[in-house]
């Protein structure tokens, strides 16, 4: 069974970094909604930050369009960082925002739409001595972001039995760690998993959302 999470007029969860509290006059991150931006704010000014997004689009011949969206940022002065569209973000979408150096992030889904999770989340795959991890993945097709505080991001995406799968058994992906495509700026992946690395993935099928942190889902 899906859990679902419920729905504010703008749906924004934060989950800190560490899962230390944050102080209470600190704000929280969010995110809101415009006619052609996602904008985030509660930020720490002057801060780095890695944007996700995921949206799915039916026509009305109910052909689907899949877009994966990654871009990176600047928190101003006032604490926001903004994520120009070209197009008003599809209704069915889904938004992450992170802060490179710390990994703390919100995420969000238009007004009227729902976050939920997977029910099998991925989970780290060890690689034997020198080989490197990988991200285990029991559904059929995932796009993904990984980020290491202070050091870089990395991003990911494929379907079973695709080029970057590398279980050949059906219905289960392996992705390995140091094949996953950097962002600009970032260093080459790293071959093993770090305990406060944040793995944010998401079926643009069904449209669920897993999180883990070190490899552990959240």
């Known amino acids: 069974m899906i859990r679902r999470l419920p729905v504010l007029s703008l749906l924004c969860l934060l989950l800190a970094a560490g899962g230390s509290a944050r102080a209470q006059d600190t704000p929280a991150p969010r995110i809101s909604f415009e006619e052609s931006a996602v904008v985030a704010s509660g930020l720490p000014a002057g801060e780095k930050v890695v944007w996700f997004g995921v949206e799915s689009r039916v026509d009305e011949e ?72 990988g991200i285990l993945d029991q559904r059929t097709y995932v796009v993904g972001l990984v980020v290491r505080p202070v050091e870089g991001a990395w991003f990911f995406s494929g379907g079973d039995g695709g080029d970057h799968d590398e279980d050949p058994a059906p219905r289960r992906l392996r992705f390995a760690l140091d094949r996953l495509d950097p962002m600009p700026g970032s260093p080459a992946p790293p071959a093993k998993v770090g305990s406060a690395d944040l793995w944010l993935t998401v079926d643009p099928l069904r449209m669920e959302i897993s999180v883990n942190k070190g490899g552990v889902p959240q």
């Not at 101003?76 to 703390?104: H, I, M, N």
């Open 62 to 133: 109910l052909s689907r369009e899949l877009a994966r969206r990654y871009d990176l940022g600047t928190v101003a002065a006032d604490g926001t960082a903004r994520l120009e569209l070209q197009r008003p973000p599809a209704r069915r979408s889904v938004w992450f925002v992170v802060v490179q150096k710390t990994g703390e992030f919100a995420m969000a889904a238009p007004e009227g739409y729902r976050i939920a999770r997977a029910e099998t989340p991925p989970r780290l795959g060890p690689g034997e001595s020198a080989q490197p991890d």
